[in-house]
T-cell receptor
Framework: GENVEQHPSTLSVQEGDSAVIKCTYSDSASNYFPWYKQELGKRPQLIIDIRSNVGEKKDQRIAVTLNKTAKHFSLHITETQPEDSAVYFCAALTSVGNTPLVFGKGTRLSVIA | EPEVTQTPSHQVTQMGQEVILRCVPISNHLYFYWYRQILGQKVEFLVSFYNNEISEKSEIFDDQFSVERPDGSNFTLKIRSTKLEDSAMYFC??????????FGDGTRLSIL
């Protein structure tokens, strides 16, 4: 089955700097890659996603890149703000049937003011 | 914006007791999921459900677990005889075809 690895496990950046979180996946059939932000004690919230027919997607300060050949995808947050502090999870999915999301272990991002 | 709702928000139960966690998926969603998250760890898949039957289940979802959609709105997860290691946050999620999964706020299950 699918296996998703995520790095780093913790990341501290100064406010205004950029943050990059990287994930790799094992199943070449995976074709959908969402990123979730989870604040302490709250639900995972979808912040951006990308499908395998696209190499990059951007939404304001957040962007995701996908390299299908290397089977890795990355989350980029620019101009970080204290409210970006949270745990970020990447996930992968094969959009066939009702297959579940396979999550990475998460990255705890701390933005220092 | 419609949301997945889960009740209760926190459930405390004695080991060996049965517990039922409830979820109301978004009304026009057809695909349903249960995930769990042990404190400080990643979100793990338990079971997916579509067309009134289980689509997939993980090795975590053993005979102690069951799911049901008793009516047109609720989606429940039952743990028959709880163990200490069942303590976790349980998230319900739902989606429409070819759309992202939306998560509920979760139920924190504490087994004593």
């Amino acid at each position: 089955g699918e296996n998703v690895e995520q790095h780093p496990s913790t990341l501290s950046v100064q406010e205004g700097d950029s943050a990059v979180i990287k994930c790799t996946y094992s199943d070449s059939a995976s074709n959908y890659f969402p990123w979730y932000k989870q604040e302490l004690g709250k639900r995972p919230q979808l912040i951006i996603d990308i499908r395998s027919n696209v190499g990059e997607k951007k939404d304001q300060r957040i962007a995701v890149t996908l390299n299908k050949t290397a089977k890795h995808f990355s989350l980029h947050i620019t101009e970080t703000q204290p409210e970006d502090s949270a745990v970020y999870f990447c996930a992968a999915l094969t959009s066939v049937g009702n297959t579940p999301l396979v999550f990475g272990k998460g990255t705890r991002l701390s933005v220092i003011a | 914006e419609p949301e997945v709702t889960q009740t209760p928000s926190h459930q405390v139960t004695q080991m060996g007791q049965e517990v039922i966690l409830r979820c109301v998926p978004i009304s026009n969603h057809l695909y349903f999921y249960w995930y769990r998250q042990i404190l400080g760890q990643k979100v793990e898949f338990l079971v997916s459900f579509y067309n009134n039957e289980i689509s997939e289940k993980s090795e975590i979802f053993d005979d102690q677990f069951s799911v049901e959609r008793p009516d047109g709105s609720n989606f429940t997860l039952k743990i028959r005889s709880t163990k200490l290691e069942d303590s976790a946050m349980y998230f319900c999620a739902s989606r429409r075809a070819n759309q992202p999964q939306h998560f509920g706020d979760g139920t924190r299950l504490s087994i004593l």
